[in-house]
């Protein structure tokens, strides 16, 4: 029995019948959808029209054929594509390893009995609750203190992002002094993640079957193995909840970029950064604002409409 | 339960000083001590071998989070301002940042907007919240589309919700005074971000302004449209965690639909009504970076919050210890929100 069909037996309503309280419950849900889209669809019509069409025309209509244009979103994508590309070179490994560290701390919380094991799940639990101000301070200090750039000087030259290619050896696609502190943002939001991935993680790995992990125990397999052979590839649903959840987190932060990017703005500005920049000027219209929050929004946009499910869930098991 | 033996069986194989019984089986919540025992299977104890795991990831964490926590304590009973290096002088540790905080009266309308926004914004997400979810629990079609729809703002950032709510409530052609206008509501039509209205005899009370500004309602307003979509779908989650014979219990007795969310439905939704007002009341702690983009780092005395005051005594006036003292403020009501909430959660075994 579907869902629906459940709910249709609760409320002893019949599927095929019309009913004049459910034509209202449609128009209710109906209209509510015009309240969750207006900003959204307001803001794309304003994103397509000229500065003239959008100073006289109401800002959910159309742009009429005269004052239908694209430069919004081409002066947008000029000035966030940089911002852009280091918001994904942040995002990406932040969130693959707040992830990774969750799962490890989940899997170290969960099927083992210890003593003190509830106190320091409540200290990673505490973690997700804390407001980021209580932290800001230090986080400056810190990274002011921390040389990523000399730190890393040995191993690698982090103010040049290159690639190695076969043949031509190495390639530098990009250079500027402030890669370093898109380092210092990485490490910080894999830190701060750490808590809610290790809930989302130990949620699910206490439902795991307990008796297979024994087994294997006492087949002898280490605690490692256990990980690596049993629990990483059960993990996988869970890991892709984690990682919507964690990216559009990490790619909507505001508050860490200001503090840890260096004069908040410059070659490492993050997309939300620019995107603040861009439409706190007064220079800039109301066209090309709405044009730039599309294109900084975009990603998590992406994410949501095809892994909307995956991301509910993180959202509900977050609680 | 066989599985409850075998662990007890294992604690014993391990405890190899040839007691009979061993009383510490490792449990949680196992109260026995003993200190021999405990030293000999330290070895192999599950401690030992689970540290690998939880150990580094709790390391990173309690440093960024609790070890930073501690510092911005130590700051804020030093005097560092300016852009000097901070001394920490133990000697001259003392709590004048927190005497300055209360005698301040930006503080204290902070500290108010702070609690009217985490007051009002929870309660009104949650009524949202749970009337999206009766609604769409109602077996409907396409309920997918609908769900997915209310809940797209929540994926959206507060500097993007913040970028669109600025066009919205533009005066003279944001969406909401031209909808007004159009519905012939013109008296209404305000200057939601900056205009307010005249409280007479009322602005005569303590704490109570003669001139109600709109700007934290605005705030609350677009706020709640952002989250009411989370408390929706924690709120679906309860609902369809209720057994379907409550609610043909609750039609057989007769009672209306109202009557029957009211009495039967409602109190059993405790649970998630809890753990999404602690969320919410969290992101409302965190509406920083919607504020800090309507209206940059001052929103003025109607809308400025502890964390919008934090981050301008701090960032921009350079008043790091003072800064410090507001975080520590800010921490503490966080803690009593959360507190109340782990404590309830470890009591019922949840954690």
């Given at each position: 029995?579907?869902?629906?069909?459940?709910?249709?037996?609760?409320?002893?309503?019949?599927?095929?019948?019309?009913?004049?309280?459910?034509?209202?419950?449609?128009?209710?849900?109906?209209?509510?959808?015009?309240?969750?889209?207006?900003?959204?669809?307001?803001?794309?019509?304003?994103?397509?029209?000229?500065?003239?069409?959008?100073?006289?025309?109401?800002?959910?209509?159309?742009?009429?054929?005269?004052?239908?244009?694209?430069?919004?979103?081409?002066?947008?994508?000029?000035?966030?594509?940089?911002?852009?590309?280091?918001?994904?070179?942040?995002?990406?490994?932040?969130?693959?390893?707040?992830?990774?560290?969750?799962?490890?701390?989940?899997?170290?919380?969960?099927?083992?009995?210890?003593?003190?094991?509830?106190?320091?799940?409540?200290?990673?639990?505490?973690?997700?609750?804390?407001?980021?101000?209580?932290?800001?301070?230090?986080?400056?200090?810190?990274?002011?203190?921390?040389?990523?750039?000399?730190?890393?000087?040995?191993?690698?030259?982090?103010?040049?992002?290159?690639?190695?290619?076969?043949?031509?050896?190495?390639?530098?696609?990009?250079?500027?002094?402030?890669?370093?502190?898109?380092?210092?943002?990485?490490?910080?939001?894999?830190?701060?993640?750490?808590?809610?991935?290790?809930?989302?993680?130990r949620s699910y790995y206490k439902k795991l079957s307990t008796e297979m992990l024994e087994a294997a125990r006492l087949d002898g397999a280490s605690a490692f193995t256990v990980y690596r052979r049993i629990v990483l590839p059960l993990s996988t649903p869970m890991f892709a909840v984690t990682l919507i959840y964690q990216f559009t987190q990490i790619w909507n932060d505001l508050l860490f970029a200001l503090v840890i990017i260096p004069s908040g703005s410059g070659p490492a500005a993050v997309a939300t950064i620019a995107l603040n920049e861009l439409t706190g000027g007064i220079i800039q219209t109301f066209n090309t604002q709405m044009a730039g929050a599309f294109v900084a929004a975009l990603p998590t946009l992406l994410v949501y409409v095809l892994f909307g499910d995956k991301f509910a869930k993180g959202v509900a098991g977050g609680t | 339960?066989?599985?409850?033996?075998?662990?007890?069986?294992?604690?014993?194989?391990?405890?190899?000083?040839?007691?009979?019984?061993?009383?510490?089986?490792?449990?949680?919540?196992?109260?026995?001590?003993?200190?021999?025992?405990?030293?000999?299977?330290?070895?192999?104890?599950?401690?030992?071998?689970?540290?690998?795991?939880?150990?580094?990831?709790?390391?990173?964490?309690?440093?960024?989070?609790?070890?930073?926590?501690?510092?911005?304590?130590?700051?804020?009973?030093?005097?560092?301002?300016?852009?000097?290096?901070?001394?920490?002088?133990?000697?001259?540790?003392?709590?004048?940042?927190?005497?300055?905080?209360?005698?301040?009266?930006?503080?204290?309308?902070?500290?108010?907007?702070?609690?009217?926004?985490?007051?009002?914004?929870?309660?009104?997400?949650?009524?949202?919240?749970?009337?999206?979810?009766?609604?769409?629990?109602?077996?409907?079609?396409?309920?997918?589309?609908?769900?997915?729809?209310?809940?797209?703002?929540?994926?959206?950032?507060?500097?993007?919700?913040?970028?669109?709510?600025?066009?919205?409530?533009?005066?003279?052609?944001?969406?909401?005074?031209?909808?007004?206008?159009?519905?012939?509501?013109?008296?209404?039509?305000?200057?939601?971000?900056?205009?307010?209205?005249?409280?007479?005899?009322?602005?005569?009370?303590?704490?109570?302004?003669?001139?109600?500004?709109?700007?934290?309602?605005?705030?609350?307003?677009?706020?709640?449209?952002?989250?009411?979509?989370?408390?929706?779908?924690?709120?679906?989650?309860?609902?369809?965690?209720?057994?379907?014979?409550?609610?043909?219990?609750?039609?057989?007795?007769?009672?209306?639909?109202?009557?029957?969310?009211?009495?039967?439905?409602?109190?059993?939704?405790?649970?998630?009504?809890?753990?999404?007002?602690?969320?919410?009341?969290?992101?409302?702690?965190?509406?920083?970076?919607?504020?800090?983009?309507?209206?940059?780092?001052?929103?003025?005395?109607?809308?400025?919050?502890?964390?919008?005051?934090?981050?301008?005594?701090?960032?921009?006036?350079?008043?790091?210890?003072?800064?410090?003292?507001?975080?520590?403020?800010?921490?503490?009501?966080?803690?009593?929100?959360?507190?109340?909430?782990?404590?309830?959660?470890?009591?019922?075994?949840?954690?």
């Amino acid at each position: 029995m579907s869902v629906r069909d459940e709910l249709a037996d609760r409320f002893e309503f019949d599927v095929e019948e019309i009913d004049p309280t459910r034509v209202v419950l449609y128009a209710v849900l109906v209209g509510l959808i015009g309240f969750y889209l207006s900003p959204l669809e307001s803001g794309l019509m304003t994103a397509l029209k000229t500065e003239a069409e959008f100073a006289t025309s109401p800002p959910f209509a159309p742009p009429t054929v005269d004052g239908f244009t694209l430069e919004p979103f081409g002066v947008a994508i000029d000035t966030l594509s940089s911002a852009i590309l280091n918001s994904i070179m942040l995002a990406v490994p932040a969130t693959i390893l707040s992830a990774l560290l969750g799962s490890f701390a989940a899997y170290g919380l969960t099927n083992f009995e210890w003593r003190g094991q509830l106190g320091v799940v409540t200290l990673f639990i505490a973690g997700i609750f804390i407001p980021y101000q209580a932290v800001l301070i230090p986080l400056s200090r810190l990274w002011a203190i921390v040389n990523t750039k000399e730190l890393l000087a040995p191993i690698l030259d982090i103010t040049v992002f290159s690639v190695q290619v076969p043949i031509l050896g190495t390639v530098e696609l990009a250079t500027h002094p402030h890669y370093a502190s898109i380092i210092n943002l990485i490490i910080t939001h894999a830190a701060y993640g750490i808590p809610i991935t290790t809930l989302l993680f130990r949620s699910y790995y206490k439902k795991l079957s307990t008796e297979m992990l024994e087994a294997a125990r006492l087949d002898g397999a280490s605690a490692f193995t256990v990980y690596r052979r049993i629990v990483l590839p059960l993990s996988t649903p869970m890991f892709a909840v984690t990682l919507i959840y964690q990216f559009t987190q990490i790619w909507n932060d505001l508050l860490f970029a200001l503090v840890i990017i260096p004069s908040g703005s410059g070659p490492a500005a993050v997309a939300t950064i620019a995107l603040n920049e861009l439409t706190g000027g007064i220079i800039q219209t109301f066209n090309t604002q709405m044009a730039g929050a599309f294109v900084a929004a975009l990603p998590t946009l992406l994410v949501y409409v095809l892994f909307g499910d995956k991301f509910a869930k993180g959202v509900a098991g977050g609680t | 339960m066989s599985l409850h033996i075998l662990k007890r069986l294992l604690g014993r194989d391990r405890s190899d000083d040839g007691r009979a019984v061993r009383t510490d089986g490792g449990t949680a919540s196992s109260k026995g001590f003993d200190l021999g025992a405990t030293l000999s299977s330290l070895r192999d104890s599950d401690a030992v071998r689970s540290a690998p795991f939880w150990l580094p990831p709790f390391l990173l964490m309690g440093f960024f989070v609790y070890g930073a926590i501690g510092w911005n304590v130590i700051i804020s009973f030093t005097d560092f301002a300016g852009l000097t290096l901070p001394t920490y002088d133990p000697a001259a540790f003392d709590l004048e940042m927190y005497r300055r905080a209360l005698s301040d009266q930006q503080f204290w309308l902070a500290t108010r907007n702070t609690f009217v926004l985490l007051a009002s914004f929870t309660a009104l997400s949650l009524a949202g919240g749970l009337g999206l979810a009766i609604l769409v629990d109602r077996g409907i079609r396409f309920e997918n589309w609908f769900r997915t729809i209310y809940l797209l703002p929540f994926s959206l950032s507060f500097v993007v919700t913040a970028v669109f709510w600025r066009w919205m409530y533009n005066f003279d052609s944001g969406v909401i005074n031209v909808v007004l206008r159009g519905l012939g509501l013109d008296f209404l039509a305000s200057k939601w971000l900056s205009g307010g209205v005249d409280l007479g005899v009322l602005g005569g009370l303590p704490l109570v302004p003669e001139v109600l500004q709109f700007k934290l309602f605005a705030v609350i307003f677009a706020l709640l449209w952002q989250f009411s979509g989370y408390a929706m779908v924690v709120y679906l989650a309860g609902l369809r965690a209720i057994p379907n014979d409550q609610y043909e219990a609750a039609r057989v007795d007769g009672a209306s639909t109202i009557r029957m969310y009211w009495r039967v439905i409602l109190p059993q939704l405790r649970a998630s009504t809890v753990s999404a007002a602690v969320v919410l009341m969290v992101f409302a702690l965190k509406a920083f970076d919607f504020l800090y983009v309507m209206f940059g780092n001052n929103p003025g005395p109607t809308a400025d919050i502890l964390s919008t005051m934090m981050y301008r005594q701090a960032f921009a006036a350079n008043e790091w210890a003072y800064g410090s003292a507001i975080a520590v403020v800010l921490f503490l009501v966080a803690l009593a929100v959360v507190a109340p909430y782990l404590y309830g959660e470890y009591r019922r075994g949840e954690l």
